[in-house]
T-cell receptor
Framework: GENVEQHPSTLSVQEGDSAVIKCTYS??????FPWYKQELGKGPQLIID?????GEKKDQRIAVTLNKTAKHFSLHITETQPEDSAVYFC??????????FGQGTRLTINP | EPEVTQTPSHQVTQMGQEVILRCVPI?????FYWYRQILGQKVEFLVS????????KSEIFDDQFSVERPDGSNFTLKIRSTKLEDSAMYFC????????????FGEGSRLTVL
């Protein structure tokens, strides 16, 4: 089955700096890679996703890059703000019915 | 904006008791899921449900667990005889299509088994 590894487990950056979170996956057939943001006490919320037919996708301050050959994808947040502080999860599909999540990255933005 | 709603937000129960967690998925969605998150750990898949039957389940989803869509709007997770290790946050999710499409998660139900 699919195995998703996520690094780092914690990340602390100064407000205004960039943050990068990386994930690797094992199943070369996987074709959809979402990123979820989980704020304290809430459910995961999709913030961006990418399909395997593109290498990069951007939405304002967040972007995701995908390297299919190396089987890794990354989340990039630029000009970080305090409200970006949360736990971020990457995921990849296993079969047609489920997502396998990474271990999560606790991102802290220091004012 | 449509959302997935879950009740209760927190339930405390004694070991061995039955628990039912309720979810109202987004109305036009066709696929429904339960995921679990033990404190400080990653989100884990439990079960997916489509066309009124389970389409896939994980090893965690043993005979103590069951799901049901009793009417056109609710989707429930039942744990027949809770164990201490069932303590976790349980998230319901729904999607219009299969997992290669966007999953919408509810806010979760925190289950504490004493």
């Amino acid at each position: 089955g699919e195995n998703v590894e996520q690094h780092p487990s914690t990340l602390s950056v100064q407000e205004g700096d960039s943050a990068v979170i990386k994930c690797t996956y094992s199943d070369s057939a996987s074709n959809y890679f979402p990123w979820y943001k989980q704020e304290l006490g809430k459910g995961p919320q999709l913030i961006i996703d990418i399909r395997s037919n593109v290498g990069e996708k951007k939405d304002q301050r967040i972007a995701v890059t995908l390297n299919k050959t190396a089987k890794h994808f990354s989340l990039h947040i630029t000009e970080t703000q305090p409200e970006d502080s949360a736990v971020y999860f990457c995921a990849a599909p296993e079969g047609a019915q489920k997502l396998v999540f990474g271990q999560g990255t606790r991102l802290t933005i220091n004012p | 904006e449509p959302e997935v709603t879950q009740t209760p937000s927190h339930q405390v129960t004694q070991m061995g008791q039955e628990v039912i967690l309720r979810c109202v998925p987004i109305s036009n969605h066709l696929y429904f899921y339960w995921y679990r998150q033990i404190l400080g750990q990653k989100v884990e898949f439990l079960v997916s449900f489509y066309n009124n039957e389970i389409s896939e389940k994980s090893e965690i989803f043993d005979d103590q667990f069951s799901v049901e869509r009793p009417d056109g709007s609710n989707f429930t997770l039942k744990i027949r005889s809770t164990k201490l290790e069932d303590s976790a946050m349980y998230f319901c999710a729904s999607s219009l299509g299969r997992s290669s499409g966007e999953l919408f998660f509810g806010e979760g139900s925190r289950l504490t088994v004493l």
